[in-house]
Nanobody, 126 residues
Framework: QVQVAESGGDLVETGGSLRLECVAS????????MSWYRQAPGKQRELVAT???????NYASFVKDRFTISRDNAKRTVYLEMASLKPDDTAIYYC????????????????????WGQGTQVTVAS
């Protein structure tokens, strides 16, 4: 019913930049929070950044002004601009979208549910 698809992952050199994109589609009534997470090999998935539909933003401490999250509500798209990339940034980056589906509204039980994408690989070469 709701699909989430990321793109933009690639292999880059240390100090390089990438722009990730995530699009939510399907039978959506409303998108609320949109977030980026990442999971490095052998590590737990961790939050990178979140942006609400009102534009409130929170970043993980390790971002340290290197990453910028933004969104286009009309396109149901969230972006993650990453600069000054380090080998420690190597991970699969996942998009998480909190959305209220049309079916839940039609069933008179509107509630936000989190949906995940399949992830996009970011590799930073040292």
């Amino acid at each position: 019913q709701v699909q989430v698809a990321e793109s933009g992952g690639d292999l880059v050199e240390t100090g390089g930049s990438l722009r990730l994109e995530c699009v939510a589609s399907g039978r959506i009534f409303k998108v609320t929070d949109m977030s980026w997470y990442r999971q490095a090999p052998g590590k737990q998935r961790e939050l990178v950044a979140t942006i609400s539909n009102a534009g409130q933003i929170n970043y993980a401490s390790f971002v340290k002004d290197r990453f910028t999250i933004s969104r286009d509500n009309a396109k149901r798209t969230v972006y993650l601009e990453m600069a000054s990339l380090k080998p420690d940034d190597t991970a699969i980056y996942y998009c998480n979208v909190e959305a209220i589906s049309l079916s839940s509204v039609l069933a008179d039980r509107p509630r936000p549910i989190e949906y995940w994408g399949q992830g996009t690989q970011v590799t930073v070469a040292s």
